[in-house]
C-alpha cells in the first residue's frame, strides 16, 4: 500500500509496531472467541458421529493460536490463525458434500460454510495488510517500541482543558500533541499513530481556510481520515501560522 515516506523514519517505525501488535492482539481475542464457538459446536457434534471430531480439534487449534496470538503478538501468530480458519472451512466445505452424497442434504446449513468463510477473510486480510511489517517487528528495538506505546497512553490520559497543546477530533477517536517543529497523532484504540513534521502535516490537511478543517493520511496500516471542529481547527490554525524557533 502507498504511503508517505515520513513513515519510513525511526519513530515512526516504531509507532508502527506499537500499532501492528495492539491489531493483532484485537485478532487474537477474535481468534479465541472463533476458538470457542467451534469448540462448543465440536462438543455437541460429535455426541452424532465420532466423523465430527475433526471440528473439535480444530477449534482447539484455534483456541491455542489465538492465546498465543495474545500473548506473543507476532506476524507468525496471526499467520497460525488465518491458517487455522482455512483449515476451519475446508472441513465445513467437506462435512457439507459428504452430507449431500449420503442423502442428507437437508442437514446442510449455510451459516456452517458462511460464517468460516468470513472468518478466513478477516484473518488473511490483516495478515496481508501487516506483513510488510514483519522485519520491523522483529528488529525494532524493545525500549524504543515501549517508549513509543507510553506516549500514546499519554496523549488520551491528558486533560484536554489543561492541555492547550492538544486537540481532539470530532469523533473523539484521534489526538494530536502539536509541538514546536512536529505534531504526534494517535488513536485511541492504538490501532494507528503517527509522528510528522509541521509542514508535512500542513501538507495533509485538504483545505486549510474552511472553518472546520479535515485531515488525510496515507498511513502504512490503512488510510486515516478525520475531521475537527471550529474550536480544535482554530488551535491547529493558529499553530501552523506561529513560525517554528530557529535553531543556531
Not at 503517527?194 to 479535515?214: V, Y
Amino acid at each position: 500500500m502507498l504511503h508517505d515516506p515520513v513513515f519510513d523514519s525511526t519513530e515512526n517505525q516504531a509507532l508502527l509496531v506499537v500499532c501492528t501488535r495492539k491489531t493483532i492482539r484485537h485478532a487474537a481475542i477474535l481468534g479465541i472467541v472463533w476458538g470457542s464457538i467451534n469448540l462448543v459446536i465440536g462438543f455437541f457434534a460429535i455426541q452424532a458421529t465420532a466423523l465430527n471430531a475433526g471440528i473439535l480439534v480444530l477449534g482447539l487449534l484455534m483456541l491455542g493460536a489465538g492465546v498465543t496470538a495474545l500473548n506473543k503478538p507476532s506476524i507468525h501468530s496471526l499467520l497460525s490463525e488465518a491458517i487455522v480458519s482455512v483449515l476451519l472451512l475446508c472441513w465445513n466445505i467437506g462435512i457439507a458434500i459428504f452430507n449431500a452424497r449420503s442423502g442428507y442434504g437437508d442437514h446442510v446449513n449455510g451459516h456452517s460454510l458462511i460464517w468460516p468463510a468470513i472468518a478466513a477473510i478477516i484473518f488473511f486480510r490483516q495478515y496481508k495488510k501487516l506483513g510488510q511489517l514483519k522485519n520491523a517487528i522483529a528488529s525494532m528495538d524493545h525500549a524504543k517500541v515501549k517508549e513509543a506505546s507510553v506516549l500514546c497512553k499519554q496523549l488520551f490520559k491528558s486533560r484536554l482543558k489543561q492541555s492547550p497543546d492538544i486537540v481532539e477530533a470530532s469523533s473523539r477517536r484521534y489526538r494530536l500533541r502539536l509541538m514546536s517543529e512536529s505534531v504526534f497523532c494517535a488513536q485511541r484504540n492504538l490501532s494507528q499513530a503517527f509522528h510528522m513534521s509541521r509542514e508535512n502535516f500542513k501538507q495533509c490537511i485538504r483545505d486549510i481556510g474552511k472553518k472546520r478543517l479535515r485531515v488525510v493520511v496515507r498511513h502504512p496500516l490503512g488510510k486515516i481520515a478525520y475531521a475537527f471542529d471550529k474550536k480544535n481547527s482554530d488551535k491547529i490554525k493558529g499553530w501552523l501560522a506561529v513560525p517554528p524557533p530557529v535553531t543556531s
